[in-house]
């Protein structure tokens, strides 16, 4: 089993796992000892909610409703705070909604953080997106789409809403096809003055992972430069940005994510928002691939980046999802 690869077929390895002998009543009791009177447990919490799945832990939310009739979630957040409450309360949600949740802060503030867009819509597989545009719908009675053309426009735009509508066809596997769009794009970008940034949307927007693969690797034959410097040398901003991103995922998704997290630790400060976004919507999926690969490109394991940026409880709690092995 490989854990990275071009575009090698590689299993993916989460960090957290259902835990065996599961007992949603018994860890509902010993939740809400943990937070009843005063003071409160933190490592209870982060012993019982970042070592159980999802499912899990809408078990547990159920749990705790019936036999107290109080809500976890509602509990949780009166004890904790700051970047540790963000975290436990991120891990309780179903993910497509907590995703949901990401992408409309991403939208609602000041300005569109352009990013997160981008990582939430440019790095996931179709059937993952309509689940989270389904969620978001429900929790703002909005759709999802129209939230995103309100807040972005050009070929950016454009490539947010492919992503949306599905619109790469994930069978098609065309080698002529491919070196037919290879030199497409050399002449919308390096082959011109000035650069058709639509070419690039509409060809990588449409590609599938394998046929996207193909067209990678014939524009190298043609250009003698890969698509990502191609792109570098003609683009910039956010669209580029969002092509990198798609182009990064089709050669290896983990290591897209692991380029994220350092690029949230990098420097000075530390962007926990995308911290705690990655570690708590991967870790269930891919972050042991995620900590490999990060390892391979940073020369240092993700769990001593994490721990030299974090601290207290939030950082236990973040090491708990990350795993030492």
Same mark, same amino acid.
Do not use: W
């Given at each position: 089993?490989?854990?990275?690869?071009?575009?090698?077929?590689?299993?993916?390895?989460?960090?957290v796992v259902p835990a065996a002998n599961f007992?949603?009543?018994?860890?509902?009791?010993?939740?809400?000892?943990?937070?009843?009177? !005063?003071?409160?447990?933190?490592?209870?919490?982060?012993?019982?909610?970042?070592?159980?799945?999802?499912? &899990?832990? &809408?078990?547990?939310?159920?749990?705790?409703?019936?036999?107290?009739?109080?809500?976890?979630?509602?509990?949780?957040?009166?004890?904790?705070?700051?970047?540790?409450?963000?975290?436990?309360?991120?891990?309780?949600?179903?993910?497509?909604?907590?995703?949901?949740? /990401?992408?409309?802060?991403?939208?609602?503030?000041?300005?569109?953080?352009?990013? #997160?867009?981008?990582?939430?819509?440019?790095?996931?597989?179709?059937?993952?997106? #309509?689940?989270?545009?389904?969620?978001?719908?429900?929790?703002?009675?909005?759709?999802?789409?129209?939230?995103? &053309?309100?807040?972005?426009?050009?070929? !950016?735009?454009?490539?947010?809403?492919?992503?949306? /509508?599905?619109?790469?066809?994930?069978?098609?596997?065309?080698?002529?096809?491919?070196?037919?769009?290879?030199?497409?794009?050399?002449?919308?970008?390096?082959?011109?003055?000035?650069?058709?940034?639509?070419?690039?949307?509409?060809?990588?927007?449409?590609?599938?992972?394998?046929?996207?693969?193909?067209? !990678?690797?014939?524009?190298?034959?043609?250009?003698?430069?890969?698509?990502?410097?191609?792109?570098?040398?003609?683009?910039?901003?956010?669209?580029?940005?969002?092509?990198?991103?798609?182009?990064?995922?089709?050669?290896? +998704?983990?290591?897209?994510?692991?380029?994220?997290?350092?690029?949230?630790?990098?420097?000075?400060?530390?962007?926990?928002?995308?911290?705690?976004?990655?570690?708590?919507?991967?870790?269930?999926?891919?972050?042991?691939?995620?900590? !490999?690969?990060?390892?391979?490109?940073?020369?240092?394991?993700?769990?001593?980046?994490?721990?030299?940026?974090? %601290?207290?409880?939030? +950082?236990?709690?973040?090491?708990?999802?990350?795993? %030492?092995?």
């Amino acid at each position: 089993m490989s854990l990275s690869g071009d575009m090698e077929e590689y299993a993916e390895v989460p960090t957290v796992v259902p835990a065996a002998n599961f007992d949603a009543v018994a860890d509902a009791h010993a939740l809400r000892a943990a937070m009843k009177g !005063f003071g409160t447990d933190e490592q209870v919490i982060i012993d019982i909610l970042c070592q159980r799945s999802n499912a &899990q832990r &809408q078990a547990i939310t159920e749990a705790y409703k019936k036999e107290f009739g109080r809500d976890l979630i509602a509990d949780l957040k009166s004890e904790l705070g700051g970047n540790f409450e963000n975290v436990i309360i991120g891990l309780m949600l179903p993910t497509d909604e907590y995703c949901a949740k /990401q992408l409309y802060k991403a939208m609602k503030g000041i300005g569109t953080s352009e990013d #997160v867009l981008v990582e939430i819509l440019c790095s996931r597989p179709y059937d993952e997106i #309509v689940q989270i545009a389904a969620a978001y719908e429900k929790l703002y009675g909005s759709s999802l789409e129209a939230d995103i &053309q309100g807040d972005t426009s050009g070929p !950016f735009q454009r490539l947010l809403v492919m992503a949306l /509508q599905g619109l790469r066809d994930n069978y098609a596997y065309d080698p002529a096809k491919a070196e037919e769009q290879a030199q497409i794009l050399y002449n919308a970008g390096e082959g011109t003055v000035g650069t058709d940034e639509n070419a690039f949307v509409e060809i990588l927007g449409h590609a599938g992972q394998r046929h996207a693969y193909l067209i !990678f690797q014939e524009y190298k034959k043609i250009s003698g430069k890969t698509i990502e410097q191609a792109m570098e040398s003609e683009m910039s901003g956010e669209l580029l940005h969002g092509l990198l991103a798609m182009v990064k995922t089709v050669h290896n +998704r983990p290591a897209y994510f692991a380029e994220r997290l350092e690029a949230a630790m990098k420097g000075l400060g530390t962007d926990d928002d995308a911290l705690i976004r990655i570690i708590v919507s991967r870790c269930e999926i891919d972050l042991a691939n995620i900590k !490999f690969e990060y390892e391979r490109m940073h020369g240092k394991t993700l769990l001593s980046a994490v721990k030299g940026e974090t %601290s207290g409880d939030y +950082r236990n709690a973040l090491l708990a999802l990350i795993g %030492s092995a």
